[in-house]
């Protein structure tokens, strides 16, 4: 007999685990970043609009059709198709789910990895071995090949022990850390010179940004964001009790998501103009400032090196924030495979676990082999093309295939009188037509089928 179901044994529980995988290197890294390109807080604002009018519904079509099938992605969208053309739509909707969870995670350990051998570096300091410091920052294939495995391994164990004695626990306790730190590091970056600059650049909107390109640019930040499409929330909704009101907890999930965005651009911004301040730079030649790795693993690390010894401890609480933030995230992508592995092969958590953990691990590796080709197109695939027209599809599926009564009924669990509040009267039309429509739209746009 195979073991029982594994729940989430609160709704704390669940909703630390769903906000701890939306709460990744997509808020912390991304989300800032973009703003600071995108004209500051009218970026912010057309994100806000765009998680709770597009987000926020996708993510309850998720969550709803995992509690009511309580299975993974392809088992759940084969039980609510009614006849062979849904079902084989289900069965490319679910096996694209489980793919691109799988890519999404490959390019994840590896930056996470740099989280990981950042955070080593300050220790190695503090011991004198310069020279294994030098080398966790040097960019090499073996760093980045033993730190993606050390990633991943840490991914698995934590996957490995369950729902309940894994996933939850540790986001649980992951979390708060995660908050504190943030809290502390922006308290002590506020009160560096040139900090001020930075948060005028983030908060001070600057409307003439405004484009198409801008309103995909935060509709792809807030898929990713919300770990949408993938089925990382259709499986977390699976094990989520009954009792509780689906659309009040979809809603605060979208809350921390986008509070603890918007709490990071109070920390990366000021901290560039810190760092320029102190002498680097931070503007790339295209007159941009500087977004990606480099600003993670060169900027920043300028700016903790002229802290003196107060920089290595600055330097320890912001890549451990990163490695807590990549790893309540990294464990929900795993779980899609694993989920499956466990409900459609039969097979026990553990070896699953190991299979689909080395399975990945050996991407990850293929990609690091060949970065300057697969990197940022692993990453473009999975992410740009991937997560929205996957979104699309579970959106079909909740407000076209899926029978309007039984997702009425599946809703009233928890909140018994659901069927008479603003929600149930907006919430199916968006579904079946505005975020369909609009992802295509803008998924189109950025394709450049509207273009020339
Ligand atoms: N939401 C995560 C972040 O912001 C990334 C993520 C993407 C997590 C897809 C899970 C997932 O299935 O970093």
């Known amino acids: 007999m195979s073991a029982p179901r594994g729940q989430f044994s609160s709704n704390i529980g669940f909703l630390m685990a769903a906000a701890g995988s939306a709460v990744g290197l997509g808020n912390i890294w991304g989300f800032p970043t973009k703003a600071a390109q995108n004209g500051g807080a009218a970026f912010v604002v057309v994100y806000l609009l765009l998680a709770f009018l597009l987000a926020y519904p996708a993510l309850m079509a998720e969550l709803t059709i995992g509690r009511h099938a309580r299975s993974n992605m392809v088992q759940a969208l084969r039980g609510i198709s009614t006849g062979p053309i849904s079902r084989l739509f289900g069965n490319l909707t679910g096996f694209g789910g489980i793919i691109v969870a799988s890519l999404i995670l490959s390019f994840y350990s590896i930056v996470a990895g740099w989280m990981v ?154 901290a560039m103009y810190v760092a320029q301040e102190a002498g680097t730079q931070i503007f790339a030649a295209s007159g941009e400032l500087i977004a990606g790795p480099d600003l993670i693993l060169q900027v920043l690390p300028a700016l903790f090196n002229t802290m003196g010894t107060a920089g290595l401890f600055v330097a320890i609480a912001f890549f451990a924030l990163m490695t807590i933030a990549s790893v309540t995230s990294s464990i929900s992508m795993l779980e899609v495979p694993v989920a499956f592995s466990i409900e459609n092969l039969k097979l026990g958590r553990k070896t699953a676990t190991l299979l689909v953990g080395l399975i990945i691990f050996a991407i990850s590796s293929l990609i690091i082999f060949n970065f300057d080709s697969l990197f940022v197109l692993v990453i473009s695939i999975s992410t740009e093309y991937g997560q929205p027209l996957l979104g699309v599809a579970l959106c079909i599926f909740a407000g076209w295939i899926w029978r309007r009564d039984e997702v009425l009924k599946e809703l009233k669990k928890g909140h018994e009188n659901i069927g008479s509040t603003l929600f149930w009267k907006i919430w199916p039309w968006y579904v079946r037509l505005v975020c369909p429509v609009l992802i295509l739209a803008a998924f189109a746009q950025s394709v450049g089928l509207f273009s020339g």
């Open 117 to 270: 051998a950042y955070l080593a570096e300050p220790f190695a300091r503090l011991l004198g071995a310069g020279e294994i410091a030098n080398w966790l920052t040097s960019g090499s294939i073996g760093r980045n090949l033993l730190f993606a495995a050390i990633f991943s391994g840490m991914t698995m164990a934590i996957i490995a022990s369950g729902v309940e004695k894994g996933i939850e626990r540790w986001s649980t306790l992951l979390m708060p850390a995660l908050i504190i730190l943030l809290l502390l590091l922006i308290v002590y970056v506020l009160t560096q010179p040139g900090a001020i600059t930075g948060l005028e650049t983030y908060l001070i909107p600057d409307f003439s940004h405004f484009s198409w390109s801008l309103v995909i640019s935060a509709m792809g930040q807030a898929f990713f964001s919300l770990s949408l499409g993938v089925g990382t929330m259709l499986i977390y909704g699976s094990y989520l009790s009954q009792q509780e009101s689906l659309p009040r907890l979809g809603a605060l999930v979208t809350l921390i998501d986008v509070g603890i965005a918007f709490t990071a651009g109070l920390l990366i911004l000021p």
